[in-house]
């Protein structure tokens, strides 16, 4: 199987970088699926029916989110309702929206499971035994196939849970630092790793943030409203591909400009 | 030198407070001077112009802020331009405001210092350095009585600031918590200290917001947008009373409800 | 029933505060059981089976600890063994020790719950939904007393927390920060709180350990071993009292110096 | 110029990375000069005389430090006696070591500084605020290249600054993730940038440590020593080559496994 997973989409022109070329990538690298994370898709700060609609229209399969999974009280019913988009497991229970999906891909199942670091970042539960009940019931349903999205700030978690799910996932793909990282490799027991796939957005901004107002906040502290940028736009993914018994055969980095 | 400190203001609940209670507090407790944080009298967050005015028609001589202070954008102009309204002075240099304030009391003059602390909590400069600038800039001045409303969240900052300072600043105030704490007293060398002087705002909710928002954050992490209540409202702060060669002679609680 | 809980005992010197004044303290206030926390009692990082049986020979029935729980390797088999030592619930299941302890107090039962806060501080779960469990565990096992030590930095949180199980355990004591607050009460429900009940030790260091280290590293940033301070000792707790239906009577400070 | 600019080397594994591969390094890529962060080259935390000197040994030509600088008293006075080694300029003024140092390269000079960020991090002052004056300051020398080690954590402020100082510096070298980031590009206005240039130490453990103490903190909270790991020793750095107007031509990651 293999699995494009495109990284953090923020605001209007990550959607457009999504819309323009996804379908190129998804034919150029012959993806099955597409599994994009959308916590920054409305307007920087989490996914709306709308946003999350138009991301499915061009082509992807499964949304995942984050730390800003919640931004929207508009968007608890979508999230409770539609079963492609996916919200960290580790988030409270009785919480808008579920933690995994499980989608056909061909003859075969893909478990997307969305999960969130605790270090620097908040949760409800552990993501290390949250992951561990996880795989346990999606074993038990059959399924070979699964990629964690771990939403994570420092490294030294995002590093340790790679090591800790290494053989029991095929990807586990690090997100929200929004700048890709040069660490992908498969693992000695058959998980594709990666530390963070980087964002889709402006790569003029800061992490997709226009640069005024963000450097607004460094220098002079004063409270300057962020909005995403659309100077130099790019798409940061990597492409999986994984066998017939799950595990991973390759990880490689996606990094595609958009033409403007 | 009779001095009234009032902490952190909380929204119109706070405000009214402050109206019903400071001129009958002034005169019961026979109080020269009334300073105030105001950092959260704007509906929790911020300061405005005509929020703070209402504070100082209401008996308030001096306000301070803290963490919030930038977080009105309107409000710039007036911190720029009103003497009587300080801001954290460790925050950057050409940022609105000042950090330090000295105001006529009777024959004397007070100096109102705002810090804030780096534990948990952004300034642009260390309050420990920034502190000994200010006192030896106010000791050249002439100034003998300083009042440090020192904002910041860990205790173990707060109470190593109240040590660094002692014998050099008549009054050192923590704010920032919201909660009173019982370990008010004049340290050795003669300064009045406290940890946090408290919330002047509604003890029914979650350190002034009401409680159902803050306690749907931490029970679902859903995204609940926090107002001030108005339950139970209560004045807290303390009296420091000073010698004339600016030490300290003593320091109590004070705790007011709103006859309601 | 009458419980005197007493706040973080830090080192040698807060060991040697329980010592001199707990047995006098129980019996000036007719305490029924002594709870106290020993997170700090080892030197002021955890605490050993050593430490943790003079503090029992003294007089302690149950001692809870905090996020220094584990700081001890040499300890985790006593905290296996002894069934009168709690350390947080909400960390991991099967890490040593356990997260509450029952323990007869005349003809009644008293159930000791620890559990720890997770802004600026770590766990494993959210003390929110572990104490749901906790409750009705031990309301299943009919115990009518419960007394949660809850060890959390931040006040939103600590004030939070309180109303969330207002009416459903007897008392919800703060601990961590070292300070105590001037805010003890009864909530509605009949709940006894109070956000810190504050620390046992040298209240001339710096939140129990000595001044200058801990000044060297807020002036410096260097790296200053600390230690508990002997300067100034005080004991810190309160007493709260209780009816026969687990609900709390009354809740009153306690802030004793030990006669040097 | 062409600067060989070398990732947090970690413990002895890193070390002998930097003896095994730095003057094989320095001699292919034709290198004019090798500045390397060494704040854990001593077992992990921090530096010492005796491995800072192993560094020099080895073809180091400057050491760069950061948040670890200040881990190991016995090494202040090196820290002030040795001038080719750096801790964050914007740590405390009076502090041990200086936060930059010229060197001769052939018949240039290049300046290396270095600065901490302060999210999630400490400093005395601003980064930004420091930067400006170093710079300054060094341009009045008449020093034309200039290379910052920008030790930060998150990079939100790791991207703004380097959009801050572009066109000012000649470099802006992102370090302590430890692990290495592939946004690696010549900014507009002439600086070299990375967020992150990786580690030098074994790629096995959990960013430099050995796994299973990492594990272990992480899975049961316990306290756990960490140790530097030896397993799949690799060096991250970057090459950077400038004009001799100080712009910069070029950068471009380097990768290294140590051939075992
Ligand atoms: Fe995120
Ligand atoms: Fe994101
Ligand atoms: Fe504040
Ligand atoms: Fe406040
Ligand atoms: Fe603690
Ligand atoms: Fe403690
Ligand atoms: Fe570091
Ligand atoms: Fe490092």
Chains 1, 2, 3, 4 share one sequence.
Not at 82 to 88: A, C, F, S, T, Y
Request: with cysteine.
């Amino acid at each position: 199987m293999r699995i494009l997973f495109v990284g953090d989409i923020v605001g209007s022109c990550g959607r457009r970088c999504v819309r323009e070329l996804v379908p190129e990538l998804r034919s150029r690298l012959a993806a099955d699926v597409v599994v994009a994370n959308a916590e920054n898709a409305a307007a920087g700060l989490g996914v709306t029916e709308r946003t999350a609609r138009e991301l499915f229209d061009a082509g992807c399969d499964v949304l995942t989110l984050g730390n800003h999974a919640f931004r929207r009280p508009e968007s608890y019913d979508f999230l409770d309702s539609e079963e492609r988009i996916v919200r960290p497991a580790n988030f409270p229970r009785g919480s808008p929206g579920r933690g995994h999906a499980v989608v056909a891909v061909g003859e075969e199942r893909l478990a997307v499971l969305n999960l969130c670091g605790t270090v620097f970042l908040e949760a409800a539960r552990s993501p290390f035994a949250e992951v561990d009940s996880l795989i346990a019931q999606l074993r038990d349903q059959g399924v070979r196939h699964l990629l964690v999205d771990f939403h994570a700030e420092a490294t030294s978690e995002k590093v340790a849970f790679g090591w800790y799910v290494d053989g029991r996932v095929s990807a586990c793909l690090g997100t929200h630092t929004h700048v890709q990282t040069a660490d992908e490799r498969v693992l000695p027991a058959g998980t594709a790793y990666i530390t963070d796939v980087g964002m889709t957005g402006g790569r003029g901004g800061v992490i997709g943030v226009r640069r005024e107002p963000a450097l607004e906040r460094f220098l002079r502290m004063t409270y300057a409203r962020f909005e995403p940028t659309d100077e130099d736009p790019w798409l940061h993914g990597v492409l999986v591909e994984t066998k017939g018994d799950g595990r991973a055969r390759s990880i490689e980095r996606v990094a595609a400009p958009l033409a403007t």
